[in-house]
T-cell receptor, first 113, second 112 residues
């Protein structure tokens, strides 16, 4: 089944404790991205990747890192999480063609206390 | 860069009535306009899209219209049903890259 898989689905952590949210897709998509979703603010892009070893900042990259060592995986790293990073996070992938559907993962609800 | 505004932020309609959600965009070079539906606790999923060479597209009870001159596009849902309750996002795709620029979302509430 074609899908985007994120883990974990839920995470509660403490301020400053490094964490990684994984994202994997099995559709051979070149383009992958991370979003955070907060009430009233819609989907805001954090980082995106056009292909392996090619990443770029989105609209809200501060406090986040990503890597794209393999085509299928695009982990989101929070080196020192803070409470303002409490949010719902989505990974998405799509082919590197214009005008195509984006496929989203199930979401990760992160709480930083 | 592209900017997408979406209205209203919340829309409450009686079951069976129609619902209309509107989005405006700023970049006249944008050429692809998808709509995503996000049910409570779930991921956004594409429900319909339209390309800039088309003025209207229908799929059963949903339709999208595009006015390139005015730079706005709208989602129309007819004969609304309880399962239409969700958050709907519009987006625009600039011609220059693969990024989608998103509206802030509309929470649609269907009243029984």
């Amino acid at each position: 089944e074609a899908q985007v898989t994120q883990n974990p689905r839920y995470l509660i952590t403490v301020t400053g404790k490094k964490l990684t949210v994984t994202c994997s897709q099995n559709m051979n998509h070149e383009y992958m991205s991370w979003y955070r979703q907060d009430p009233g603010l819609g989907l805001r892009q954090i980082y995106y990747s056009m292909n392996v070893e090619v990443t770029d900042k989105g609209d809200v990259p501060e406090g986040y890192k990503v890597s794209r060592k393999e085509k299928r995986n695009f982990p989101l790293i929070l080196e020192s999480p803070s409470p303002n990073q409490t949010s719902l996070y989505f990974c998405a992938s799509s082919p590197a063609r214009l005008n195509t559907e984006a496929f989203f993962g199930q979401g990760t609800r992160l709480t930083v206390v | 860069g592209e900017n997408v505004e979406q209205h209203p932020s919340t829309l409450s309609v009686q079951e069976g009535d129609s619902a209309v959600i509107k989005c405006t965009y700023s970049d006249s070079a944008s050429n692809y306009f998808p709509w995503y539906k996000q049910e409570l606790g779930k991921r956004p999923q594409l429900i319909i899209d339209i390309r800039s060479n088309v003025g209207e597209k229908k799929d059963q009870r949903i339709a999208v219209t595009l006015n390139k001159t005015a730079k706005h596009f709208s989602l129309h849902i007819t004969e609304t049903q309880p399962e239409d309750s969700a958050v709907y996002f519009c987006a625009a795709h600039p011609d220059s890259n693969y990024q989608l620029i998103w509206g802030a979302g509309t929470k649609l509430i269907i009243k029984p």
